[in-house]
């Protein structure tokens, strides 16, 4: 294991790993030679036309459209000038590579274990596997654990042994990993590295690079500039953009007026539109009316289920249950576990728990669906969210049954709203605030509840009549028993139309509570995020960051191997 480390030399450390300690300056940048004379000669003729805004950012979200157009103008016009002016071949715009860039990385349990032996193949193929799953176990793939210290050793530039080995495709899987982690200044010194070792970055390494800006959590400066720069640095190397280049400048791009352009600048050069597109174009709009007027204007070529996914979500948020139900049955297109998971992610924060498990039984019945974690965390999230009822404690317990017998696994997002549950069973007077225990079998009564949770909550796949209001008459007792029992309840107005005194305070009450609890929480999950990764650096001061790896290795089940600098 690697080397444990008490409260007391926490302490002593802290000064040198926590917050403004220049850890990755002294300890992780110093071990990879990094300096700030890695940029790039252009800088400073750019920095001469630039903008001084000081958080930029910050300002430009309280301007308008027309007044970041004008504030921009400028720039976005050489944008379009120098993005026009490439030759295109046909085979660029193909939108294909574009799904393939903004794939997201699969969430696996443990790392792999390292290769007896390298050659090229072996090891391009291996660094694939580990920059673009992401790895739980132990936390390999955070900062400053196993994963990033294992690739900062394989791209050292004195490695002499892996240097025969890194090519294009492994160099820009690390510049996308190390970009995912916001560490730019790494990610540029292994551009410089790349050219260093007469390997060319191609249409992909800038396309990182470019799409690294939508993620950036603050710009200084603006971010427009930066495309520029790298747009002449593709044209210096003769590198075309490709269909991703441009959907990564349209999502850029701060206002509606000059998005529209760009749309009719691709028109003009022959890119198809994409679902992808698409799907940007509706997660600017804010209501259900104006994105189904895009979607019916739109061709089908340009537009997937998760389109709909969007204009479903939409429409839960805005409560037009029967809207969305209706607009299920006449789609052609085949609804998918993300047309749940959103469905769901929408229903949660309405306090509408029996919808929930209406839309869950249904589309489990009639698409043959699959849940996974994420859809038991939304459940779990609006049974919590649903307050006090009769049943309140055992429908959280068969949801947390439930998701341990259909995924195997109880570890998923919820950890925030079980807590929030614990601590709300100590004030439930009703059940002598007994302690919430999820892990118990279910009783005999609990088995009951399920059935009506999951067979008696279900409606005719076929009917176009959406639950909206439970009636026995419309949609049975047993129905309307189920409803009940999951935590609906229909708001009884005062006699004067008024809220109550005593209810209004028992409200505010509950709100206090919930927001310490939840600001607690929040402070108990940082800080032990926090001691973890300082901890982890304190390893790497008194190991050393070479020994330190090679004990993670045997820690992470994965052998240590005598290529390592």
Not at 169 to 178: A, D, E, K, T
Not at 513 to 542: E, T
């Amino acid at each position: 294991m690697a080397t444990a480390c008490n409260n007391q030399e926490y302490l002593q450390f802290l000064p040198y790993v926590g917050k403004g300690s220049k850890f990755k300056t002294h300890y992780i940048n110093s071990f990879n030679s990094i300096s700030n004379s890695n940029q790039s000669h252009d800088d400073h003729e750019l920095r001469s036309r630039q903008q001084k805004l000081t958080n930029y950012k910050r300002i430009s979200k309280y301007l308008s459209q027309d007044e970041l157009f004008q504030l921009n103008q400028e720039f976005i016009q050489q944008i379009f000038s120098l993005i026009t002016s490439f030759r295109y071949d046909p085979k660029i715009l193909n939108p294909g590579t574009v799904q393939e860039f903004y794939r997201q990385p699969r969430v696996l349990s443990m790392a792999p274990k390292l290769p007896e032996s390298l050659n090229i193949e072996v090891f391009t193929e291996y660094v694939d596997q580990i920059t673009n799953n992401r790895y739980v176990h132990n936390h390999a793939s955070n900062e400053e654990n196993v994963i990033p210290m294992l690739l900062r050793q394989f791209f050292h530039k004195d490695n002499r042994h892996c240097m025969k080995l890194r090519g294009i495709q492994s160099y820009n899987n690390v510049i996308r990993f190390f970009l995912s982690k916001n560490d730019l200044p790494y990610a540029k010194s292994l551009l410089a590295q790349m050219r260093t070792e007469g390997i060319r970055p191609n249409r992909l390494t800038y396309n990182l690079f470019i799409g690294h800006l939508r993620n950036m959590p603050v710009h200084y400066t603006n971010p427009l500039i930066t495309v520029l720069k790298y747009l002449g640095l593709m044209r210096k190397e003769y590198i075309s953009p490709d269909s991703t280049t441009w959907h990564l400048i349209y999502q850029i791009l701060p206002d509606k007026i000059s998005k529209q352009m760009l749309l009719d600048k691709m028109d003009q050069l022959g890119f198809s539109r994409t679902a992808l597109l698409t799907r940007f174009e509706l997660e600017s709009l804010s209501s259900s009316n104006e994105m189904t007027k895009l979607l019916k204007s739109t061709p089908p070529p340009s537009k997937d289920i998760n389109c709909f996914n969007i204009l479903f979500s939409q429409l839960v948020i805005e409560k037009k249950y029967q809207k969305c139900w209706e607009l299920l049955h006449e789609t052609t297109l085949t609804p998918n576990l993300s047309t749940l998971n959103s469905i769901l992610n929408s229903l949660r924060n309405n306090s509408r728990v029996d919808l929930c498990f209406v839309f869950y039984n249904y589309m489990l019945e009639k698409f043959k669906i699959s849940p996974n974690t994420t859809t038991f965390h939304y459940l779990i999230a609006a049974a919590v969210k649903q307050g006090f009822h009769n049943n309140w404690r055992q429908v959280l317990r068969i949801l947390y049954h439930e998701m341990l017998a259909v995924t195997g696994t109880t570890n998923n997002f919820s950890g925030y709203y079980l807590q929030r549950a614990k601590a709300r069973s100590l004030i439930d007077l009703k059940n002598n605030q007994a302690p919430l225990n999820l892990k118990t079998p279910l009783s005999t009564a609990e088995l009951d509840i399920r059935h009506q949770l999951f067979n008696d909550l279900s409606i005719n796949t076929e009917t176009k009549k959406f639950p909206t209001i439970p009636n026995t008459q419309k949609h049975g007792p047993k129905f309307v028993k189920a409803a009940l029992t999951s935590g609906y309840h229909r708001v009884k107005p005062s006699k004067n139309g008024e809220q109550k005194a005593n209810y209004i305070h028992l409200a505010n009450r509950a709100k206090s509570v919930k927001s310490a609890i939840q600001k607690d929480f929040k402070q108990k999950d940082k800080m032990h995020n926090l001691s973890r990764r300082y901890r982890d650096r304190i390893s790497i001061i008194k190991e050393g960051y070479t020994s330190n790896l090679k004990q993670k290795l045997v820690d992470n089940n994965m052998v240590s191997v005598p290529y390592l600098k």
